[in-house]
Each structure stands twice: as C-alpha cells, then as structure tokens.
C-alpha cells in the first residue's frame, strides 16, 4: 500500500515534470491502484481478468457515461437513456436518441452487470461489456456519431488523452480502450442494499404484506393444493440478482403478434423467437416501463400479465404452460398487492444516491 503511494506520487511529479519541457518525450505514468468495488453480501462478481477496475479507468469510464461529445450534435450522453435517479434506466417506453426518433426497446438497467455473465442486451447480441458499451454511440437512434469522428474529439480534448494515458498507459486513443473504460465504470455499479439485502442481513424486518409477497415469489405454483400455491417468480428470477442468464419467452405473444423476435434476430433460429433477457428486478419499482417494449406502466399490470393475461406460443417457457393451463396462477387481489410489496422492498437508496455514480460534470 505505502509503495504504491509513493509510486503515485512518484508518477505525479513525473508528470508535472514531462509537462515543463515541452522538447522532451512525454513519460508514460500508468496509475493501476485497484478500485474496491463494494459488492455487499453478494456472490463474487465476474470482472474480466483483462480489465481489472482501477481508480483511474473507473472514472475514466464515469467521465464518459457523462460526456455528451460522445453524441452526434452534444446533446445526449449514455445518463440520457440511462439515468440514476431510475437504477440508470429511463422512463420512456422507447428511448428517445439524438435525432429525436425512438429506438424499438426499452433501456436496460445498467446496475449489477458485473454478475452479468452471458451477453447483453435484450436480446444478447453483444457479446462482451465492452463491446456493448461502443454500440449505442455509433447507433443512429441513440447517439449517432461516428467512432472515428468521437475518437478525434477525444483526442482533441485538452484533457482526454491524459486521463487514458493515466488509465491504460497509452494517450493514443482507440475504440478498444473507451470500450475498456466504460465497461470498467458499468462494473463499477453495484447494488446490493435494498431493503430485502438488508432483511436477509438480519438488519431490517418486513412488513406483513411484504413477507406474503416474498413468499408468494419464491413458493411454487401448486393449484391442488391453493393454500400453499405461489407465483413461482424465482423460477426465472433467481439468486441474488434475481435473473439466470438465459432468454425466454414470458408469455407476451402468440407467434403471429411478436413485432420483436429477440434472440432469434441474433440466434438465427426461430426456436428463440419471442425470447428475451430475463432481467433483473433489483430496484424494479424504480424502472417503469416493463418489458423489452416497454408495454407495461405499472408492476400492477405486470403481476396481472402473469397471473392471468398469460398468451400461448410454440416458444413459451414450459413453466408457465401448466399455470396457462390451469386457468392462471390464481392470486387474490391481495396476492397481486402483496407481490409488488415484496417487489418494492427490492429498490435500492443507496445506488440511486451514491455520489461515486452521478455525473463528474
Ligand atoms: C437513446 C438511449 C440510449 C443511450 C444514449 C444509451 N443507451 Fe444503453 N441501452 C438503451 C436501450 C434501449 C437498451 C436495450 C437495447 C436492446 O436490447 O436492443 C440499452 C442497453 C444497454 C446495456 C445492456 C444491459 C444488459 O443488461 O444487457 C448497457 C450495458 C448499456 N445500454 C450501456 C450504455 C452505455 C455505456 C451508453 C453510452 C455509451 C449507452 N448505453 C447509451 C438505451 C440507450
Ligand atoms: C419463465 C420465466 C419467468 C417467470 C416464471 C417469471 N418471469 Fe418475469 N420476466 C421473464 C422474462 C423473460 C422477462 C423479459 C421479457 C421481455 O422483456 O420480453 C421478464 C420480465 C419481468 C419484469 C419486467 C422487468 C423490466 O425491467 O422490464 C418484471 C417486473 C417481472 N418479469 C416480474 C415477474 C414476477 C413478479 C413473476 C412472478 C409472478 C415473474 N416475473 C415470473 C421471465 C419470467
């Protein structure tokens, strides 16, 4: 720890040093102090062994998110679509771009995608965080610029090549290195202490409908026997994060309906039509609008789709056939209430204020 300080401040006078005599070579002065990323009382995360969070590429990354040079006409930036205050998601049914035109999907909640361990997106078509992160940049319905044209903006910048020298040790900047730093400030967003985090943590006790609503989640559906049938949530919606990694199909859509495709846009195989990402609802009351097109406003209507709105297609999860033909899940009004009272318990103060997430700007 002490010599990595004195590296540091070795690294800074080095710096200072390199910026008085302008004749000579510039120092390369990488800083890799770790970044401590608090992961709370969750399983160990997945950070690519690649990429390891430092202070400097964290916030590199963070700068980035936040600067609206990463679009067309410096209007929007990633916050745009992505926004703390909605566990860095939007309001929006389809989020609006640069060229005020809606995308066809609802934006995703950047939270926890370091436990993200099998692509991105709604549909997965990205297969690593760090190549999803340039996507949206060059996308014309989101910030619509050209890489080449962002990349001679940032190294234009007063400041820019600095902060990647600092970074990755190299002040030429590439599209390889702003994916590695804005992959590094994603992992970086961790939420992990929700009123639920701090239930299982023996710190906070819920209420009673809140204690239905848990176990209504997580007990199977059973119809023969009403007393003991629950809503079988945690079949998809599970762990800590309460998703699995895999693309299914909820139930939305007969086949004729589904606009969207999803995985089979990327899988080419039409055993994947209609199947999504199942996401994560960590600070879920928070995220409105529902589903990857955003057709529900409320957790209400969510609960409702599952309990009696289901639709039958040749891709529908088996799980959800037996509750589809057996007339629903059954839940009472005050099951539905019950439920979003336990999804509610999931929203998460401190990642909506932490200050190391909000803009540097
Ligand atoms: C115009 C709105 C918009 C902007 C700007 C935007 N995003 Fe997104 N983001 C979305 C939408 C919509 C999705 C889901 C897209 C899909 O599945 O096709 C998404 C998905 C994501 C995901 C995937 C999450 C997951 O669980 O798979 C990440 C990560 C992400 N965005 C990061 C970023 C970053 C970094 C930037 C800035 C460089 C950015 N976004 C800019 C709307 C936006
Ligand atoms: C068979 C797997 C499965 C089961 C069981 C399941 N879900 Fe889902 N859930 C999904 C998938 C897949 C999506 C995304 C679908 C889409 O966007 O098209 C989703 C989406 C959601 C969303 C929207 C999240 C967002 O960010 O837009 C909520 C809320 C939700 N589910 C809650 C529940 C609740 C509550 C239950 C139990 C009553 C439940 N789910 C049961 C697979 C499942």
């Given at each position: 720890m002490r010599s990595n300080k004195l590296l540091l401040l070795l690294g800074v006078i080095l710096l200072l040093a390199s910026c008085k005599k302008e004749d000579e070579p510039a120092i390369v002065v990488i800083d890799t102090t770790p970044y401590i990323?608090?992961?709370?009382?969750?399983?160990?995360p997945q950070i690519a062994e690649d990429n390891k969070l430092t202070k400097t590429g964290v916030a590199l990354g963070r700068r980035l998110f936040y600067d609206?040079?990463?679009?067309l006409d410096q209007s929007?930036?990633?916050?745009?679509?992505?926004q703390q205050q909605f566990a860095f998601s939007d309001t929006s049914r389809f989020s609006i771009g640069v060229e005020g035109m809606p995308g066809g999907r609802q934006s995703m909640a950047v939270?926890?995608?370091?436990?993200?361990?099998n692509e991105f997106f709604w549909d997965g078509r990205a297969h690593l965080l760090r190549d999803q992160v340039v996507k949206p940049i060059q996308d014309p319905l989101e910030l619509n610029l050209a890489m080449a044209t962002l990349l001679e903006r940032l190294q234009n910048h007063p400041e820019y090549p600095n902060f990647f020298m600092a970074a990755f040790?190299?002040?030429?900047?590439t599209e390889e290195l702003l994916g590695l730093a804005l992959e590094q400030f994603c992992n970086s967003?961790?939420?992990?202490?929700?009123k639920y985090d701090q239930f299982l943590a023996g710190t906070a006790s819920l209420t009673e409908s809140e204690e239905r609503g848990r176990t209504l989640f997580f007990a199977e559906f059973n119809p023969g026997f009403p007393d003991i049938?629950?809503?079988?949530?945690?079949?998809?919606?599970?762990?800590k994060n309460f998703e699995n990694d895999q693309y299914m199909n909820?139930?939305?859509?007969?086949d004729s309906d589904m606009e969207d495709l999803g995985r089979a846009l990327v899988?080419?195989?039409?055993?994947?039509?209609g199947k999504f990402k199942v996401p994560t609802l960590r600070n879920v009351a928070l995220t409105?609008?529902?589903?990857h097109d955003g057709r529900f406003q409320t957790l209400e209507e969510v609960v409702q789709h599952y309990n009696s709105d289901m639709v039958m297609s040749?891709?529908?999860?088996?799980?959800l056939i037996y509750p589809l033909n057996n007339g629903?899940?059954?839940?009472s009004d005050q099951d539905v209430q019950d439920i979003i009272a336990f999804l509610n318990t999931l929203s998460d103060e401190t990642l909506v204020t932490n200050p190391e997430y909000a803009s540097p700007f």
């Open positions: 990323l608090n992961t709370y009382d969750l399983p160990l609206k040079l990463l679009s929007l930036n990633c916050a745009s679509c992505h939270v926890n995608m370091a436990w993200n361990n040790g190299s002040s030429t900047i967003i961790v939420s992990g202490d929700s049938s629950g809503a079988d949530c945690a079949h998809c919606h599970a762990g909820n139930a939305l859509d007969a899988t080419e195989n039409s055993s994947d039509n409105a609008p529902y589903m040749s891709t529908i999860d088996p799980a629903g899940l059954q839940l």
